[in-house]
């Protein structure tokens, strides 16, 4: 019985001692994207140059978007149709999902 005692505790002290040596390690952090819009030109800067990005938006119609492909340099400049009401503008991955519905937005403006 002292044994496994003596076992547990053993245990219990090396988790301890791993846990906060597994929560200092330095995390990532993502530097996010920023995304202007100046007449019929949206813009973005600091996106991904890595995957594929894809360009939407989201009106009054509805939400619909188009493929753009990868940037060299991180930065993107969109024509955009005139406004059907308020409109948001996303600069997005790759779409997955039920009719690519799916998908994660790296910089959004209106």
């Known amino acids: ?4 005692l003596l076992l547990v505790s053993v245990a219990i002290a090396a988790l301890g001692v791993s846990i906060p040596v ?3 390690r330095p995390r990532a952090v993502a530097t996010p994207a920023s995304c202007t819009v100046s007449g019929s030109t949206v813009a973005a800067s ?3 140059t890595d995957q594929v990005i894809n360009f939407m938006v989201n009106d009054n119609a509805g939400t619909w978007g188009w493929v753009l492909g990868f940037t060299p ?5 969109v024509s955009v149709p005139a406004t059907n009401g308020p409109t948001t ?3 997005v991955s790759r779409t997955w999902g039920p009719n690519g519905t799916h998908y994660t937005v790296f910089a959004s403006c209106s």
């Open 89 to 91: 503008y996303q600069f």
């Open 22 to 24: 597994a929560e200092a």
């Open 1 to 4: 019985m002292r044994r496994h």
């Open 46 to 48: 600091g996106l991904p």
């Open 73 to 77: 340099d991180g930065a993107w400049s």
